[in-house]
C-alpha cells in the first residue's frame, strides 16, 4: 500500500542526503520517480546535500498542484510511482493535502523531507499538516547535536552573530560558519529557550586561565 512518510528533523541532520539515496534507491530498482522542491540552499529547482550530491528537482511554487502533476505524468506515460518532495516544510497545507490524496487515490509513495519548527520553535504550516496527515512521521538516525553535546532539537537563527526570535518565517539560510548575515544553529530545546548559541557560551565562559584564577565559578548555561 502506498504511504505518506514525513523524514522530519533540525537543520543539517541528513534530510537532503537521505531523500537523493532515497531516490537513487527507488530509481536502481526501475521504479519511476519525480522530485521537487522549494527554496534550496543551491538555488531554485535543485535538491542539494551538503554531503555533495545534487540533483536537479521542479521548484515548488504557490500554484503547484501535486494532483494535478501526477495525473498529467500519467497522462504523458509516465508511471509515477513515487514522489521526493524536499523543503517540504516550505510546502503550503493544501499542497499536503494534495499530496495525501496521490498516496490514497493514485498508489503513488510520497516521502517528504522538512525542519518541524522554524527559529521560534513555531511549527510550519505544511510541516504541522504533514505530522496531521503522514502515514508515519520519521525522525533521522543520524544525530545532529547542540554545542554541549546533547541531541540538537531546535532550529536558532542568528543576524549578525546573535540569536533572535523575531522576523519572517522564511529566510533562506545555513548552519556553516560565515554564512552571512542571517545565519542558522541548531541547539537542544534547553539552549535553544535561554538563547544560548555557541558563540553566546563562548562569551559567558570564563577562559582557562581565568577558571584556573577563580576558585568557585558555576558556569550557568
Ligand atoms: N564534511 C562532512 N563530512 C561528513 N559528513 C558531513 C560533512 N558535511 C556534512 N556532513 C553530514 O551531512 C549532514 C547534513 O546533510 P544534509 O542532507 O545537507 O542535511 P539537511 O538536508 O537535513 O539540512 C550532516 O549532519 C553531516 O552528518
Ligand atoms: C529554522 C528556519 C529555517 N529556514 C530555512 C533555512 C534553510 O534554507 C531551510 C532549511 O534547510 P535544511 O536543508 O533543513 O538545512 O529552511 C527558514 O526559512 N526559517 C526558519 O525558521
Not at 522549494?38 to 542539494?48: K, L, M, N
Not at 493544501?94 to 498516496?103: C, G, K, N, S, T
Not at 542571517?182 to 558563540?199: F, K
Amino acid at each position: 500500500m502506498a504511504e505518506l512518510v514525513f523524514f522530519s528533523g533540525t537543520m543539517d541532520c541528513g534530510k537532503s542526503t537521505l531523500a537523493l539515496q532515497m531516490h537513487h534507491n527507488h530509481a536502481a530498482r526501475g521504479r519511476d520517480g519525480i522530485l521537487y522542491t522549494q527554496h534550496d540552499r543551491a538555488g531554485a529547482a535543485t535538491i542539494s546535500s551538503r554531503l555533495g550530491l545534487v540533483r536537479s528537482a521542479y521548484e515548488v511554487g504557490p500554484a503547484t498542484d501535486f494532483w494535478a502533476e501526477v495525473i498529467a505524468g500519467r497522462t504523458h506515460g509516465r508511471p509515477v510511482d513515487y514522489l521526493i518532495c524536499d523543503e517540504a516544510q516550505f510546502y503550503a497545507a493544501q499542497q499536503v493535502e494534495q499530496l495525501a490524496r496521490v498516496v490514497d487515490e493514485l498508489g503513488v509513495d510520497v516521502y517528504a523531507f522538512g525542519i518541524t519548527t522554524d527559529f521560534r520553535a513555531r511549527l510550519f504550516p505544511g510541516s504541522a499538516r504533514f505530522v496531521e496527515l503522514a502515514d508515519r512521521v520519521e525522525v533521522l538516525q543520524v544525530r545532529a547535536l547542540c554545542w554541549c553535546g546533547s541531541r540538537a532539537t531546535h532550529n536558532a537563527r542568528t543576524v549578525g552573530g546573535s540569536m533572535v526570535v523575531e522576523g519572517a518565517q522564511v529566510v533562506v539560510g545555513d548552519v556553516s560558519a560565515g554564512a552571512g548575515e542571517v545565519a542558522y544553529e541548531v541547539l537542544c530545546r534547553r539552549h535553544h529557550m535561554r538563547r544560548m548559541t555557541a558563540a553566546a557560551a563562548r562569551a559567558a565562559s570564563p577562559s582557562p586561565q581565568t577558571l584556573a584564577a577563580t576558585e568557585d565559578v558555576t558556569l550557568d548555561v
